[in-house]
């Protein structure tokens, strides 16, 4: 049974993954200070659009909060004296355009609270953290041999997902790692399939997937307990950070970030295509794989919540992969991901863009081989390998794993055939995206093409040589009509003779 009850927010159907954009449509005088008019819009639909007003000490406040990444962002200087100037205002409001572009635009400053707090304050206002610790409160009132330590704060990019760290008080020198988190749109298994097949992930007991110690879940939310790494997750580990800070601290702009070694680039890259095809195989699917959600410990890679898919929460990497028709199953969201976090691993950090149209210069020819299998432009607009083809490869087919026996995930028929028409639904949420994707941009490129400068010249320069064509046919019409006239009162006409009577008329009515 579920201790837990319906948290007030209720089910998550907003994709916090979908990207906003916003534009500041005019600004307004008031009697001390000016007032910025913001339209903003999530996805590419304009139906799904509203406007926020912002001062600019809003714009501050919000950079302020955004200082711990980091990152020198474009806001402009404040200015005490001449702020209610026309031409500086002008100016200001292209720059506040400028700054709004640069935390929209960048991968994780745009899936921050503050900045969805900013710009749709109507659907990031709730407390998510003080919903989280009621969640935690009624659990440990049920199973008091639990007790907090601390909270991890913003340890993870997910707005709706809460971090603590805590211990078995039975076990009390172990640590564990509870997350809170609200249940997705992609969240297709029924309440009673998604318990059972969290009771599956519980009872494994396999050496690539972290083990998970507990997890209930509700209508709406679910609460998970997992062993804690001190090490923190492989992105950790890249960027040499401490697992335990803020994920905008750790990642915006790691200072020590570098990427592995080949011998480490070979084995954990097996490891996790062994995990993947483990899942894969037992009709399991997850679609959350990134350098975050690694755990190395002791030279072994373990993935971390592997839950997510079938609790339907947004994919980190759902923006990259919308924008590619041919990322559309779950095993090729898997392999492309493997990719993105392959990329990370050799290079030490993610790639800035996807197609990667040219990789940097390493000395490891079969690691950029299979990248190439993976993110050039080519392999995104055609067949992506599988994971089985990845494991053959130079790079990953001589590793030597310490666990030989073969691995599998034992599924109740029942769970199995859920676990399908979900991974479906999912499937046919995320093609019917990437189609109203694909419409937008064919519609923007024809519009950006009718607009463009080149393009009026070339109608303008059709225009006048239909206007020519059209001036040369009227002229042609009008000799041949003199012609014609000239030639029906001319020799044609047969002579006549003045005293001889007019013939009878042939084109006389017949009588009725």
Not at 404 to 422: F, G, H, M, V, Y
Not at 477 to 501: F, I, K, L, Q
Request: net charge positive.
């Amino acid at each position: 049974m579920s201790y837990l009850e319906k948290p007030s927010p209720g089910r998550l159907l907003l994709d916090d993954t979908v990207p906003l954009t916003a534009v500041i449509e005019a600004s307004q005088n008031l009697q001390s200070h000016t007032e910025y008019i913001i339209k903003v819009q999530r996805g590419v639909s304009s139906e799904n659009s509203w406007q926020v007003i912002r001062r600019y000490s809003d714009f501050d406040v919000l950079n302020s909060s955004l200082m711990v990444c980091g990152i020198s962002l474009p806001l402009p200087p404040k200015k005490l004296i001449g702020n209610m100037d026309r031409e500086f205002i002008a100016e200001r409001q292209r720059g506040l355009q400028a700054y709004l572009d640069s935390i929209t635009q960048h991968p994780l400053l745009c899936s921050s609270l503050f900045v969805k707090k900013f710009l749709d304050p109507n659907n990031y206002s709730a407390n998510y953290t003080e919903i989280a610790l009621q969640q935690v409160s009624m659990f440990f009132r049920s199973d008091p041999k639990w007790e907090v330590l601390e909270p991890l704060k913003d340890m993870g990019w997910r707005i709706r997902k809460k971090y603590f760290l805590i211990k078995n008080k039975e076990q009390p020198k172990e640590r564990y790692l509870l997350s809170w988190v609200d249940l997705g749109p992609d969240k297709f298994l029924s309440d009673k399939d998604l318990q059972s097949a969290m009771k599956v992930l519980t009872s494994l007991s396999t050496p690539y997937l972290c083990p998970l110690s507990f997890s209930s879940t509700s209508e709406s939310s679910a609460l998970l307990i997992r062993p804690f790494s001190e090490r923190g997750s492989l992105r950790d580990h890249i960027c040499k950070v401490k697992p335990r800070e803020s994920y905008l601290k750790k990642y915006c702009n790691p200072k020590k970030s570098q990427g592995l070694e080949l011998q480490h680039i070979k084995l954990y890259g097996r490891q996790i295509l062994e995990a993947l095809k483990l899942l894969h195989d037992g009709g399991m699917f997850f679609g959350h794989l990134h350098a975050s959600n690694v755990i190395v410990d002791e030279g072994v890679c373990q993935l971390t919540d592997v839950e997510n898919g079938m609790l339907g929460v947004p994919s980190a990497l759902r923006p990259a992969f919308t924008q590619l028709r041919k990322i559309n199953s779950t095993e090729s969201i898997d392999v492309f991901s493997f990719g993105h976090l392959l990329y990370e691993m050799t290079y030490g950090r993610p790639p800035d863009s996807i197609p990667v149209d040219q990789f940097p210069p390493v000395p490891y020819t079969t690691v950029v081989s299979v990248l190439q299998s993976i993110l050039s432009p080519e392999a995104c607009k055609g067949k992506m390998p599988t994971v089985s083809e990845l494991m053959q490869t130079p790079l990953f087919s001589d590793v030597q794993l310490q666990h030989s026996e073969k691995l599998q995930i034992k599924i109740p028929s029942r769970l199995k055939e859920a676990l399908k028409t979900a991974k479906e639904s999912l499937e046919k949420r995320l093609q019917e995206e990437q189609r109203v994707l694909h419409q937008h941009r064919r519609l923007t490129r024809a519009q950006c093409h009718h607009g463009s400068e080149e393009e009026r010249k070339r109608r303008k320069i059709l225009a006048r040589k239909q206007k020519s064509r059209q001036s040369a046919f009227e002229n042609e019409e009008d000799v041949s009509v003199r012609n014609n006239n000239n030639s029906g009162s001319g020799a044609s006409s047969p002579p006549t003779c003045p005293s001889s009577p007019t013939p009878p008329s042939t084109t006389e009515h017949a009588p009725f």
